[in-house]
């Protein structure tokens, strides 16, 4: 009973994401221009329900490509938007496995926002926003468990 309890209380404390590698971090990051920057991560679940949380547990660690096409921003928020993402190759043959956002919305890096900004807002990237423009790359990063009592916080 002890351990159900400890692991639902690890699921409603933290998220799963791709940590992008430090060297494409500072890619990202050189496209920001508001106030709190990012660019470190993509979300794939925030606050798993257990059947998620006990299937990306046996992911983590694995390397990821992620593949972008557009970068999107509004007076808010601004981010690129991650097409695809494919764990276990590092270049696309038949054998990559896909690995999709769990949550809602689209799986994107937010790249920078205003300091403030509540996630609920931050929807309006993807819904209406006042730049759009298309660029295509790729990023790469390991899938981890991001607990929030060891995230910095801004």
Avoid: C
């Amino acid at each position: 009973m002890r351990l159900i309890l400890e692991r639902q209380l690890k699921m409603n404390n933290g998220y799963f994401a791709v940590k992008l590698d430090e060297s494409w971090q500072e890619i990202i990051k050189k496209n920001a221009t508001m106030d709190v920057v990012r660019g470190d991560h993509i979300t794939i679940a925030y606050k798993p329900e257990e059947w998620v949380f006990n299937r990306l547990t046996k992911l983590v660690g694995k390397r990821v490509n992620a593949y972008i096409d557009e970068f999107r921003k509004n007076e808010n928020i601004e981010a690129f938007f991650v097409t695809d993402m494919f764990y276990d190759s590092y270049r696309l043959t038949e054998k990559e496995k896909r690995l999709e956002r769990v949550d809602e919305g689209m799986a994107h890096i937010t790249v920078s926002h205003k300091k403030g900004l509540k996630p609920k807002e931050a929807s309006t990237m993807f819904t209406n926003p006042t730049y759009k423009k298309q660029s295509i790359g790729y990023v790469e990063g390991t899938l981890e468990w991001i607990d929030f009592k060891k995230q910095e916080t801004i």
